[in-house]
């Protein structure tokens, strides 16, 4: 039979693609049976340019698969998506009525009759792990054999819809054949249409959850049964992707990565001793089963980033949620995962149902936390209601519509609006793209959690620690606060969604200003204020620094500082105050204690040092312009007291050599560092 496999399209700009495994696997077992494959990744077709945006995306797509004349078509479809599968698929049948097409995935396997009932056209739904079942399916249909001996399978017979058995999982997933990732567009063309820095191929780890959380439809899609890949089969497709297909990065698909830590710890050596610890690689990992010598091993086999599910700073929440994890780990690891290197992602989610206003502060001052401890990408999110879950269960009947959430976007594919069909559709059946629907949340309105979601982990990134003291030295939450500081925004004019560039402009006003009004203690704010916008501002790209010659072997260099290097004067010392801050603690106060601190961007990290009065008028002086006999003669009235010019000179040229080694000063000069003062922030 011909069979054409179809990842209907999707377009988030923020997020990239990868080459959809899951139909991979179904191609390969298809292809192992003597069918004939074609896998068209639509999702890849608006990237490069093969697929157009508008109102007629859908009938472009219908023809591309038509095309092929395919005998079978089936999608791989998740909740965002079930919009354009359904639609699309209704055009394939129009334009060839003897086709049978199929739906699998996440959202089809628990609306699976429901599917059947309301779109005629489609003629079954794989429930479930599909690579036995499509096979299956497929032998079936070619035979003209019983679907009633298909497990795991739901279908129309005449007008009755009628389903079989749920069918065991695969025990050994070993017995899987490897993906045959022939059937999709090279990884080269992937990185090239999401402009990606490499070639990323995604690894199946394993599968199956044994939690029990109440938005999760993974743990239910897999009857919370955990299994993995043999190491032995792990390593050796990571040998076959790369040589054969051009892997540079691995996603670690399996929620469950860590949990198994005798599993991760021979995974990782066996990675190491095989030398493939050169190619990064990302996974999922729960707080609770990682520690500082797993991370460590872990960066050593590659591990270059992370997602930690956090959901909550508010216990209530986690028992509501039943996610049995302590919170109050995640600073702790946060600050061990970053000091290797190693960059997470944090995800939480607020508004669920039962949520008061101080549970969501309370994940938002966690947040804040997090964001003072170390570089993350905090990801901020509202429940999405997924069928097969137990939110789903219990709320399907309180349903409504307002905002987008994470799961809801990426089909806008008419000028940033979704096609007209897509909403009637989503309109007429809660139940079947419940992910398009809001839950009421009791502390908070869905327009103010839209907000908070959207624009709050902006701030967690740039201003962490003067919103955490703004919040304190105000005593006003976290979540009010954001709205003052909004709805201060609006008032001057700032368009309605904020960017970086608002919050680097507004947020020190605002805090500025709101500073006023406090009483005489949180002085050092002002000098917090400071340093955050003098660490984004070093962060940010600029113009070429300015070429100047600060090779101490010509007779009158003229040093030059480079452009993302910036030196602040401060009140107070910051070094010791943001340490305390790292530390969980916050004070109101502190003792004036005049420090000088040159910020600069290294290697993908902020990088403080703290240097003498001095060295900022050194520092000041060095344009690339000035001669350093120049800058000499320009400071020996201030610090030149009781030596000779001369020797003033020699001690200025041998500041120039301490600071170019300390990549403050450009060329870099190969003087050893006596930096002491440096740390990370």
């Known amino acids: 039979?011909?069979?054409?496999?179809?990842?209907?399209?999707?377009?988030?700009?923020?997020?990239?693609?990868?080459?959809?495994?899951?139909?991979?696997?179904?191609?390969?077992?298809?292809?192992?049976?003597?069918?004939?494959?074609?896998?068209?990744?639509?999702?890849?077709?608006?990237?490069?340019?093969?697929?157009p945006f508008g109102p007629h995306l859908y009938e472009t797509c219908a023809e591309q698969i038509i095309a092929h004349s395919p005998d079978v078509v089936a999608f791989g479809a998740q909740c965002t998506t079930y919009p354009p599968t359904v639609r699309i698929a209704e055009r394939v049948k129009n334009l060839r009525p003897e086709a049978r097409i199929v739906v699998g995935g996440h959202n089809a396997s628990f609306v699976a009759e429901r599917t059947l009932e309301k779109f005629p056209w489609i003629d079954a739904v794989v429930r479930g792990e599909g690579e036995r079942t499509f096979e299956e399916l497929l032998q079936a249909w070619s035979q003209k054999g019983d679907l009633g001996r298909v497990e795991g399978l739901s279908w129309r017979c005449g007008g009755e819809v009628l389903t079989t058995p749920e069918r065991v999982l695969i025990e050994d997933l070993d017995s899987l054949p490897l993906p045959d990732y022939r059937l999709a567009a090279p990884l080269d063309e992937y990185r090239e249409a999401c402009d990606l820095e490499r070639a990323i191929a995604i690894l199946e780890v394993g599968r199956g959850c044994p939690h029990r959380c109440v938005y999760c439809s993974?743990?239910?899609?897999?009857?919370?049964?955990?299994?993995?890949?043999?190491i032995d089969r792990l390593v050796g497709e990571m040998k076959l992707l790369r040589e054969h297909y051009g892997a540079e990065c691995f996603l670690l698909a399996y929620d469950q990565f860590t949990a198994d830590r005798h599993f991760v710890d021979a995974f990782c050596r066996r990675v190491i001793d095989e030398g493939l610890n050169r190619l990064p690689w990302y996974c999922i990992s729960r707080l609770d089963t990682v520690d500082q010598d797993l991370l460590r091993l872990m960066r050593q086999a590659g591990c270059e980033s992370m997602c930690y599910g956090i959901d909550s700073g508010s216990k209530r929440t986690l028992a509501f949620i039943?996610?049995?994890?302590?919170?109050?780990?995640?600073?702790?690891?946060?600050?061990?995962?970053?000091?290797?290197?190693?960059v997470p992602t944090l995800s939480f989610v607020i508004g669920f149902p039962e949520e008061r206003r101080e549970d969501i502060d309370a994940t938002l001052t966690l947040a804040l936390e997090t964001g003072i401890r170390g570089n993350s990408n905090p990801l901020l999110q509202i429940p999405t209601v997924l069928p097969g879950t137990a939110l789903h269960a219990r709320y399907a009947d309180r349903l409504t519509r307002g905002v987008d959430s994470y799961f809801s976007q990426g089909i806008e594919f008419d000028h940033g609006r979704r096609l007209a069909g897509d909403d009637e559709l989503i309109d007429a059946d809660p139940e079947l793209f419940s992910s398009f629907y809001n839950l009421p949340c009791a502390g908070i309105s869905t327009d103010e959690l839209a907000?908070?979601?959207?624009?709050?982990?902006?701030?967690?990134?740039?201003?962490?620690?003067?919103?955490?003291l703004l919040s304190r030295a105000l005593d006003v939450s976290p979540s009010r606060l954001f709205r003052s500081f909004r709805g201060w925004c609006l008032e001057r004019g700032t368009a309605q969604a904020l960017t970086g560039t608002d919050l680097l402009l507004q947020l020190p006003v605002f805090a500025t200003q709101c500073r006023e009004e406090t009483s005489c203690k949180w002085r050092h704010l002002g000098d917090v204020i400071t340093y955050e916008v003098r660490a984004i501002e070093a962060a940010r790209p600029g113009p070429p620094s300015r070429v100047g010659n600060a090779d101490i072997s010509t007779a009158d260099p003229c040093p030059a500082r480079p452009h993302n290097i910036l030196i602040e004067r401060f009140s107070f010392d910051l070094p010791h105050i943001v340490k305390e801050l790292g530390g969980g603690l916050v004070r109101e106060d502190y003792p004036p204690a005049p420090c000088v601190l040159a910020f600069q961007y290294d290697q993908g990290r902020l990088a403080v040092t703290q240097i003498n009065e001095f060295g900022y008028d050194f520092l000041s002086r060095c344009n690339g312009e000035r001669s350093l006999e120049d800058i000499a003669r320009t400071l020996f009235p201030v610090y030149g007291e009781g030596l000779e010019m001369s020797t003033f000179a020699e001690n200025c040229r041998d500041a120039a050599r301490r600071l170019a080694a300390l990549r403050l000063l450009d060329p870099q000069l190969s003087t050893p560092s006596t930096r002491g003062g440096e740390y990370h922030a």
Do not use: C
């Open 1 to 51: 039979m011909k069979v054409v496999l179809v990842y209907p399209p999707f377009f988030h700009p923020s997020l990239y693609n990868l080459p959809p495994l899951g139909l991979i696997n179904l191609g390969t077992v298809a292809r192992r049976a003597g069918h004939e494959v074609v896998l068209l990744d639509q999702i890849l077709g608006l990237r490069d340019g093969t697929l």
């Open 451 to 468: 907000a908070l979601t959207d624009e709050f982990p902006l701030i967690v990134q740039l201003f962490p620690k003067t919103f955490l």
């Open 322 to 342: 039943g996610k049995q994890i302590d919170a109050d780990m995640l600073p702790q690891r946060v600050r061990e995962t970053t000091e290797l290197g190693m």
């Open 218 to 230: 993974e743990s239910a899609l897999w009857r919370r049964q955990p299994r993995v890949f043999s």
